[in-house]
C-alpha cells in the first residue's frame, strides 16, 4: 500500500512545465531522462499523461514534430519498463473518464499520436455507440478528414453511413480518405463505386449534392473534379483496386464507350489513321445493345461523316424515327436497296503490298510460305522443334483485343515467334488450343530456356495479358530467362541521337516531325523506315484474319530480330555497349537496389511527418517520359522566361510551376487536348501532357515542344524533371512569384478582410478556414508553445 507521501506524488502541471522548458532550449536528451523520471513520481501517470497533454497544442502547422507527441512516445517507453501501468488496474469508472478525456484530445492530432492514445487508453474497447456519438460530433464541427480517420483507426465502418461520412470529402476532392473508409469492406466498398457511378449520369448536378451540405463551401478546384470525366476515370480505377463486376458501374460504363466511339471517330475520320473496316468491328463491340448509343454513333457519324452512312448505320440497328438526327430519315428512303445494308465482299489482298506501301514503311524478307498458322497440337510440335533449340534467336510479339476500356481483362489472341527464316503465329482463339496443356507448357519451356534470347519490346504488357489468359500462370508463376526488351535499350539510342544533333551528321535520326513512337521510331532509327501501325488496333479475335492483319503480326516480330543484328555488330555506332544484355541486367540490379532503400527507410519517415515523394527514376525512364535531355552547356534559364502549356490531365503540376514563377496556362477539364497545340502554336509556349494524347499533340507543333510526363507521379516531382529538362535556375525571390489562381505576376497590397472576402466569392477559400484558424489560436493562446502559425495572405494578385 502507498504511503500519504507517495499517493500525493509530483504535480503533472509541474512536470509539463518542466518538460516545456528544456523543450524551448532543445535538450532533448535532458528531456527524456526528465520524462522518464516524471512519469515515475506521479501517482497516477495515466491521468498525469492527460493533464500534460491537455496543456500542450497537439499539433503546430509547419512543424512534423510537437512536444505532446514527443511526450506521447517518451510515454510509451516508460510503460514498456512499467508493465503494471494499465487501464485494467483502475476502476471502471476512473478508466471510463480518461477514456472520455482521451477522446477530447484526438482531434486536429497527427497519425502517431492518434495509434498511441488508442493503445494506452485501449479506446477500441469503448461502447461503439459512445464512439459513434463522437464521430457524428466531428462531423458536425466540419472536422470530416479527423471523423474518417479516427473511424477507420478506432474499426467503426459498419456502424457509420458510408454516404454521411464520404460524400463531404469527395466533394471536397479527397477521395483517397473516402476510400480509406470503405477499404477492406465489401458492402461499403460496393456502396462506394455505386455512389459514384450514379454520378456519372448525364442527368446529375453537382448542385443538388452540394445543396445538402449547405455549410460546405466548395471551391473551383473541386467542383472540376465533381464531373463525369474525372469520376469516371475514379469509378474504373476502384473497380479495378477493389476487383468489382464493371456491371456495377453503368453509368460510367457508358460514359467510356461513349468516350470511345468518339475516339474512333476521330481516328478514322480526322486522323484517318484507322482502316475502316477496323472502325466498323470496335463500333460493333463499343456500342453492342445499347439503343442509346447506337443513337449517339448516328448522330456522331452525321457530323464527322456523311448522311448516308448514318442512315445505313440507322437502318443496321432500326432506330426509331423520333430519334433520327435531321435528314436521316429522308436519306433512308433515298437509298437504293443495295446500299441498305453495311459491308460487303471482303475485298481481295496480295502478300506483296503496294510499290508506294514498300517505298514507305518496314518490309519482311520473307515469302507468305513462310509464315506458319499454329492452331493445332501437332503444328504446336513442329513450332517447338524449330525453336527450341539451344544458342537461338526469337522476335516475340503478342496481340489482343483493344478494349478501349471497357473492359479490364484482355486475353492474348495471337502470339508471334519469329526466326530469321520463318515465323509462327500462335492462334489462342481457335477452341480447345489457348488451353492445351502442351501450348502452355511450350511457352513456360520458351521463356524459362536460356540459352535461347527472346526479343520483345515493352514486354511487361505482353506478359500482363499472358497472365490474364493463363491463370495457372498465377498459381506456378513463369520463368524469365534469356528476355531482352529492347524498350530497356532505347532510351540509350535516344541520348546517342542527342549527341549526333550536336556534334555531328544525323545518320540514325529520324526526320524532323516525325509522329512515329514506340517500337515503330526504333524501327526507323535503325533500319531507317517506320512500321504501318495501320493495323495495330484490329480486332484480333476475328477470323479469318486478314492478309494485312497477318503481315503486320508478322512485322512487329520479325523487325526485332533485324534491330538485334544491327545493333550487336554496331553497338558504338548507337552508343551501346558490346552486351546488350548488360543495359537490362544492370538497370534490373539498380531498380532492386532502390527498392532495398526504400523499404529501409520506410517506417521513420511516417511518425516524424516526413513526406516521402516518388523513388527516382532511372536514366533510361526519365528521357522517355520527359523527352530529349539538354546539353551541359545549355544557358540557365530564369523561370519568369519559361512559358508552358498544362494539358487538364496535369493541373497539379501547373499550380506548382506557377508557385516556382514558370508562365503557365492551364486547360479546364472540359477542353480538348488539341486546344493545347493551338495556344502552344499562338503563343509558343512548350506543352505539358501525358498519357495517349501526347502522339497528337507532338505532330501538331515543332520538335521538341512537347514533353510528355508521368502522371502516376506526384506534381512535385513532375516539376523537378521539367525544370531539369529546360535547365531553369530558381532563386529565393522566385518562389510565389505568380499567382497559383490566375497565372499573374502582378501583385497588390489589400486589408486582411478583404482578401478573405475575395478568396470566398472566387470559390479558393472555404467558410471554415476561420472557424479551423480560430480553433488553432486559441490552442496557441491557452499554452504558448514556440512554432509557425499560418495567416490568410495579405496580398492579391492584380
Given at each position: 500500500?502507498?504511503?500519504?507521501?507517495?499517493?500525493?506524488?509530483?504535480?503533472?502541471?509541474?512536470?509539463?512545465?518542466?518538460?516545456?522548458?528544456?523543450?524551448?532550449?532543445?535538450?532533448?536528451?535532458?528531456?527524456?531522462?526528465?520524462?522518464?523520471?516524471?512519469?515515475?513520481?506521479?501517482?497516477?501517470?495515466?491521468?498525469?499523461?492527460?493533464?500534460?497533454?491537455?496543456?500542450?497544442?497537439?499539433?503546430?502547422?509547419?512543424?512534423?514534430?510537437?512536444?505532446?507527441?514527443?511526450?506521447?512516445?517518451?510515454?510509451?517507453?516508460?510503460?514498456?519498463?512499467?508493465?503494471?501501468?494499465?487501464?485494467?488496474?483502475?476502476?471502471?469508472?476512473?478508466?471510463?473518464?480518461?477514456?472520455?478525456?482521451?477522446?477530447?484530445?484526438?482531434?486536429?492530432?497527427?497519425?502517431?499520436?492518434?495509434?498511441?492514445?488508442?493503445?494506452?487508453?485501449?479506446?477500441?474497447?469503448?461502447?461503439?455507440?459512445?464512439?459513434?456519438?463522437?464521430?457524428?460530433?466531428?462531423?458536425?464541427?466540419?472536422?470530416?478528414?479527423?471523423?474518417?480517420?479516427?473511424?477507420?483507426?478506432?474499426?467503426?465502418?459498419?456502424?457509420?453511413?458510408?454516404?454521411?461520412?464520404?460524400?463531404?470529402?469527395?466533394?471536397?476532392?479527397?477521395?483517397?480518405?473516402?476510400?480509406?473508409?470503405?477499404?477492406?469492406?465489401?458492402?461499403?466498398?460496393?456502396?462506394?463505386?455505386?455512389?459514384?457511378?450514379?454520378?456519372?449520369?448525364?442527368?446529375?448536378?453537382?448542385?443538388?449534392?452540394?445543396?445538402?451540405?449547405?455549410?460546405?463551401?466548395?471551391?473551383?478546384?473541386?467542383?472540376?473534379?465533381?464531373?463525369?470525366?474525372?469520376?469516371?476515370?475514379?469509378?474504373?480505377?476502384?473497380?479495378?483496386?477493389?476487383?468489382?463486376?464493371?456491371?456495377?458501374?453503368?453509368?460510367?460504363?457508358?460514359?467510356?464507350?461513349?468516350?470511345?466511339?468518339?475516339?474512333?471517330?476521330?481516328?478514322?475520320?480526322?486522323?484517318?489513321?484507322?482502316?475502316?473496316?477496323?472502325?466498323?468491328?470496335?463500333?460493333?463491340?463499343?456500342?453492342?445493345?445499347?439503343?442509346?448509343?447506337?443513337?449517339?454513333?448516328?448522330?456522331?457519324?452525321?457530323?464527322?461523316?456523311?448522311?448516308?452512312?448514318?442512315?445505313?448505320?440507322?437502318?443496321?440497328?432500326?432506330?426509331?424515327?423520333?430519334?433520327?438526327?435531321?435528314?436521316?430519315?429522308?436519306?433512308?428512303?433515298?437509298?437504293?436497296?443495295?446500299?441498305?445494308?453495311?459491308?460487303?465482299?471482303?475485298?481481295?489482298?496480295?502478300?506483296?503490298?503496294?510499290?508506294?506501301?514498300?517505298?514507305?514503311?518496314?518490309?519482311?524478307?520473307?515469302?507468305?510460305?513462310?509464315?506458319?498458322?499454329?492452331?493445332?497440337?501437332?503444328?504446336?510440335?513442329?513450332?517447338?522443334?524449330?525453336?527450341?533449340?539451344?544458342?537461338?534467336?526469337?522476335?516475340?510479339?503478342?496481340?489482343?483485343?483493344p478494349t478501349f476500356g471497357c473492359n479490364s481483362i484482355q486475353k492474348v489472341a495471337l502470339i508471334q515467334?519469329?526466326?530469321?527464316?520463318?515465323?509462327?503465329?500462335?492462334?489462342?482463339?481457335?477452341?480447345?488450343?489457348?488451353?492445351?496443356?502442351?501450348?502452355?507448357?511450350?511457352?513456360?519451356?520458351?521463356?524459362?530456356?536460356?540459352?535461347?534470347?527472346?526479343?520483345?519490346?515493352?514486354?511487361?504488357?505482353?506478359?500482363?495479358?499472358?497472365?490474364?489468359?493463363?491463370?495457372?500462370?498465377?498459381?506456378?508463376?513463369?520463368?524469365?530467362?534469356?528476355?531482352?526488351?529492347?524498350?530497356?535499350?532505347?532510351?540509350?539510342?535516344?541520348?546517342?541521337?542527342?549527341?549526333?544533333?550536336?556534334?555531328?551528321?544525323?545518320?540514325?535520326?529520324?526526320?524532323?516531325?516525325?509522329?512515329?513512337?514506340?517500337?515503330?521510331?526504333?524501327?526507323?532509327?535503325?533500319?531507317?523506315?517506320?512500321?504501318?501501325?495501320?493495323?495495330?488496333?484490329?480486332?484480333?479475335?476475328?477470323?479469318?484474319?486478314?492478309?494485312?492483319?497477318?503481315?503486320?503480326?508478322?512485322?512487329?516480330?520479325?523487325?526485332?530480330?533485324?534491330?538485334?543484328?544491327?545493333?550487336?555488330?554496331?553497338?558504338?555506332?548507337?552508343?551501346?555497349?558490346?552486351?546488350?544484355?548488360?543495359?537490362?541486367?544492370?538497370?534490373?540490379?539498380?531498380?532492386?537496389?532502390?527498392?532495398?532503400?526504400?523499404?529501409?527507410?520506410?517506417?521513420?519517415?511516417?511518425?516524424?511527418?516526413?513526406?516521402?515523394?516518388?523513388?527516382?527514376?532511372?536514366?533510361?525512364?526519365?528521357?522517355?517520359?520527359?523527352?530529349?535531355?539538354?546539353?551541359?552547356?545549355?544557358?540557365?534559364?530564369?523561370?519568369?522566361?519559361?512559358?508552358?502549356?498544362?494539358?487538364?490531365?496535369?493541373?497539379?503540376?501547373?499550380?506548382?510551376?506557377?508557385?516556382?514563377?514558370?508562365?503557365?496556362?492551364?486547360?479546364?477539364?472540359?477542353?480538348?487536348?488539341?486546344?493545347?497545340?493551338?495556344?502552344?502554336?499562338?503563343?509558343?509556349?512548350?506543352?505539358?501532357?501525358?498519357?495517349?494524347p501526347f502522339q497528337t499533340l507532338r505532330s501538331q507543333v515543332g520538335e521538341g515542344r512537347c514533353l510528355?510526363?508521368?502522371?502516376?507521379?506526384?506534381?512535385?516531382?513532375?516539376?523537378?524533371?521539367?525544370?531539369?529538362?529546360?535547365?531553369?535556375?530558381?532563386?529565393?525571390?522566385?518562389?510565389?512569384?505568380?499567382?497559383?489562381?490566375?497565372?499573374?505576376?502582378?501583385?497588390?497590397?489589400?486589408?486582411?478582410?478583404?482578401?478573405?472576402?475575395?478568396?470566398?466569392?472566387?470559390?479558393?477559400?472555404?467558410?471554415?478556414?476561420?472557424?479551423?484558424?480560430?480553433?488553432?489560436?486559441?490552442?496557441?493562446?491557452?499554452?504558448?508553445?514556440?512554432?509557425?502559425?499560418?495567416?490568410?495572405?495579405?496580398?492579391?494578385?492584380?
Open positions: 500500500m502507498n504511503t500519504p507521501a507517495e499517493t500525493v506524488g509530483l504535480d503533472p502541471i509541474m512536470l509539463r512545465d518542466q518538460l516545456f522548458m528544456l523543450w524551448n532550449q532543445s535538450d532533448l536528451q535532458m528531456l527524456h531522462l526528465e520524462a522518464l523520471q516524471g512519469f515515475s513520481k506521479l501517482s497516477e501517470p495515466l491521468e498525469g499523461l492527460l493533464t500534460i497533454l491537455e496543456g500542450y497544442p497537439v499539433r503546430q502547422k509547419g512543424r512534423s514534430q510537437t512536444l505532446g507527441l514527443h511526450v506521447l512516445v517518451e510515454f510509451q517507453t516508460w510503460m514498456k519498463e512499467h508493465p503494471q501501468v494499465t487501464l485494467s488496474s483502475l476502476s471502471e469508472q476512473q478508466a471510463s473518464e480518461l477514456q472520455r478525456r482521451a477522446l477530447d484530445l484526438l482531434i486536429d492530432t497527427q497519425a502517431c499520436f492518434v495509434d498511441g492514445l488508442i493503445d494506452i487508453y485501449r479506446l477500441n474497447s469503448l461502447d461503439p455507440a459512445v464512439l459513434v456519438l463522437y464521430i457524428m460530433n466531428l462531423m458536425s464541427l466540419r472536422c470530416y478528414k479527423e471523423a474518417i480517420g479516427l473511424s477507420v483507426k478506432l474499426k467503426l465502418q459498419n456502424d457509420l453511413n458510408m454516404e454521411e461520412m464520404c460524400v463531404p470529402l469527395i466533394l471536397q476532392n479527397k477521395l483517397p480518405l473516402a476510400e480509406s473508409f470503405v477499404t477492406g469492406h465489401k458492402h461499403l466498398e460496393q456502396q462506394l463505386v455505386t455512389l459514384l457511378d450514379s454520378w456519372c449520369h448525364s442527368c446529375f448536378s453537382v448542385d443538388k449534392i452540394s445543396r445538402r451540405y449547405p455549410r460546405l463551401s466548395l471551391t473551383k478546384q473541386c467542383m472540376s473534379q465533381i464531373q463525369p470525366k474525372m469520376l469516371t476515370k475514379q469509378v474504373f480505377r476502384l473497380v479495378e483496386k477493389f476487383n468489382m463486376d464493371q456491371g456495377l458501374c453503368p453509368n460510367a460504363l457508358r460514359k467510356r464507350r461513349l468516350d470511345s466511339l468518339r475516339f474512333l471517330m476521330y481516328k478514322t475520320f480526322v486522323e484517318k489513321s484507322m482502316a475502316e473496316e477496323n472502325w466498323s468491328d470496335h463500333v460493333q463491340y463499343v456500342v453492342a445493345d445499347d439503343l442509346e448509343l447506337q443513337i449517339s454513333l448516328v448522330e456522331l457519324l452525321v457530323r464527322y461523316s456523311n448522311l448516308q452512312k448514318a442512315a445505313q448505320w440507322a437502318l443496321r440497328y432500326n432506330i426509331p424515327r423520333n430519334r433520327l438526327p435531321s435528314g436521316v430519315w429522308k436519306m433512308q428512303q433515298d437509298l437504293p436497296p443495295d446500299l441498305k445494308h453495311i459491308g460487303g465482299s471482303a475485298k481481295t489482298e496480295d502478300w506483296i503490298p503496294s510499290h508506294s506501301h514498300c517505298q514507305k514503311f518496314y518490309q519482311v524478307p520473307l515469302t507468305k510460305d513462310k509464315v506458319h498458322l499454329v492452331d493445332s497440337p501437332e503444328a504446336l510440335q513442329r513450332c517447338r522443334n524449330t525453336l527450341l533449340k539451344e544458342g537461338g534467336v526469337v522476335g516475340v510479339d503478342m496481340e489482343w483485343q515467334l519469329a526466326t530469321l527464316d520463318q515465323v509462327f503465329l500462335l492462334d489462342l482463339c481457335v477452341a480447345g488450343f489457348c488451353q492445351h496443356p502442351d501450348t502452355v507448357s511450350f511457352i513456360r519451356s520458351l521463356f524459362s530456356e536460356r540459352s535461347i534470347i527472346k526479343l520483345g519490346y515493352g514486354m511487361s504488357g505482353d506478359i500482363k495479358c499472358l497472365l490474364a489468359t493463363w491463370q495457372q500462370l498465377l498459381v506456378e508463376p513463369l520463368e524469365m530467362e534469356g528476355v531482352l526488351d529492347l524498350l530497356k535499350i532505347h532510351p540509350k539510342i535516344q541520348r546517342q541521337k542527342i549527341n549526333r544533333i550536336q556534334n555531328g551528321p544525323k545518320e540514325v535520326l529520324v526526320g524532323e516531325g516525325s509522329a512515329e513512337k514506340g517500337l515503330s521510331l526504333l524501327v526507323q532509327q535503325v533500319l531507317k523506315k517506320p512500321l504501318d501501325k495501320t493495323e495495330q488496333m484490329s480486332n484480333w479475335e476475328k477470323r479469318p484474319l486478314r492478309i494485312s492483319q497477318i503481315r503486320y503480326a508478322v512485322a512487329d516480330a520479325y523487325c526485332l530480330l533485324e534491330v538485334y543484328s544491327i545493333l550487336s555488330s554496331k553497338p558504338d555506332h548507337f552508343g551501346l555497349p558490346p552486351d546488350l544484355c548488360s543495359i537490362v541486367s544492370s538497370q534490373s540490379e539498380k531498380s532492386s537496389n532502390k527498392k532495398k532503400k526504400e523499404q529501409q527507410s520506410h517506417g521513420k519517415e511516417e511518425c516524424q511527418g516526413a513526406q516521402r515523394v516518388s523513388p527516382p527514376r532511372s536514366d533510361a525512364e526519365k528521357d522517355l517520359m520527359c523527352g530529349e535531355k539538354p546539353s551541359e552547356d545549355t544557358p540557365p534559364l530564369p523561370p519568369q522566361h519559361l512559358r508552358v502549356v498544362c494539358d487538364n490531365m496535369l493541373q497539379g503540376l501547373g499550380r506548382y510551376l506557377r508557385c516556382l514563377g514558370v508562365d503557365v496556362i492551364m486547360l479546364e477539364n472540359t477542353d480538348d487536348h488539341r486546344v493545347a497545340a493551338e495556344l502552344a502554336q499562338a503563343e509558343g509556349r512548350f506543352i505539358l501532357t501525358c498519357g495517349q510528355s510526363l508521368d502522371c502516376a507521379e506526384k506534381a512535385r516531382d513532375q516539376a523537378v524533371r521539367v525544370l531539369r529538362h529546360f535547365n531553369v535556375q530558381l532563386k529565393p525571390s522566385d518562389i510565389f512569384s505568380r499567382c497559383q489562381a490566375c497565372n499573374s505576376d502582378q501583385y497588390a497590397a489589400v486589408p486582411r478582410g478583404d482578401m478573405v472576402r475575395m478568396l470566398k466569392e472566387k470559390g479558393f477559400l472555404q467558410d471554415d478556414t476561420d472557424h479551423t484558424q480560430q480553433q488553432e489560436e486559441e490552442k496557441l493562446e491557452d499554452f504558448p508553445t514556440p512554432g509557425v502559425t499560418p495567416e490568410i495572405p495579405r496580398t492579391s494578385c492584380t
